[in-house]
């Protein structure tokens, strides 16, 4: 959970980095105040120089922003595999105490406390067929957590494209505008021209790198969730409903 954090306000710093690296520095800034105000006002011209490019950019990241955020509060063990559940089941189970553990999904709602109450709910069906259908829950309910995440990686695909269009929209403008003035024109329009039309590239850098880095990152953290939720119920099958059936196979 930390870790998110700190990425989602890495996401925020690159960001601001990536319009920030484009501007140019005050000469001299003897007033504190001043010279925030210029880089605030520094960071907004930069913007508009990137047009309805970047404004769909930041749009995007926007967007973005909001999955990245419900990740890191959905996406926690307690909403999958929370601890002290599976050895509070078998207490249970030792005691017969059935019908709390059919409640448990409700009462505590996770993925491994639904598991558990499908299983105690078909207790007296074989095996097979209850580790089949438990299979299918936590397939599902981990699938749903990793389509949740997959905008992340639609964004940081989609950005740098972006990037690359609003480049190439500015210099197709450029050199229309060079074309004009006659031969080269003034140096400074053309480098000036250039210098607007990399700032959509930039941010759409800034803006993908720390989106494909918690896209990751959250792909990661499902997939070890997985693994010990698949763990846990393997070991609740065997010690429930395996040593029930060992006399039948006998």
């Known amino acids: 959970m930390k870790n998110t954090m700190i990425l989602c306000l890495v996401f925020a710093a690159a960001l601001a980095v990536s319009v920030s690296a484009a501007e140019e520095k005050p000469a001299a800034a003897a007033d504190p105040k001043s010279e925030v105000t210029h880089t605030t006002s520094g960071w907004m011209q930069k913007l508009k120089e990137g047009g309805n490019t970047a404004l769909v950019q930041l749009a995007l990241s926007v967007f973005g922003a909001g999955f990245v955020f419900e990740r890191c509060i959905r996406l926690r063990r307690q909403f999958i ?45 074989p095996l097979s067929d209850v580790s089949v259908m438990t299979g299918d829950i936590v397939s599902r309910e981990m699938a749903v957590h990793h389509h949740r995440a997959y905008p992340m990686a639609v964004i940081a695909t989609l950005e740098p ?52 880095a918690l896209f990751h990152i959250f792909k990661s953290k499902t997939n070890a969730f997985s693994v010990a939720l698949e763990e846990e119920l393997t070991d609740l099958l065997a010690d429930w409903l395996l040593r029930k059936e060992a006399p039948r196979a006998r």
């Open 161 to 212: 494209l972006l990037g690359l269009l609003g480049m190439i929209l500015g210099m197709i403008s450029t050199f229309e505008t060079v074309a004009l003035a006659g031969a080269l024109g003034d140096p400074s329009q053309l480098a000036g021209g250039i210098s607007e039309a990399l700032v959509t590239t930039g941010l759409g850098l800034a803006v993908a790198i720390p989106f494909l």
């Open 81 to 125: 595999a929370p601890k002290g559940v599976t050895e509070r089941a078998r207490a249970l189970w030792k005691e017969g105490k059935f019908a709390e553990l059919e409640a448990l999904g409700e009462k505590e709602p996770s993925t491994l406390t639904r598991v558990i109450s499908f299983i105690v709910k078909h207790r007296d069906s």
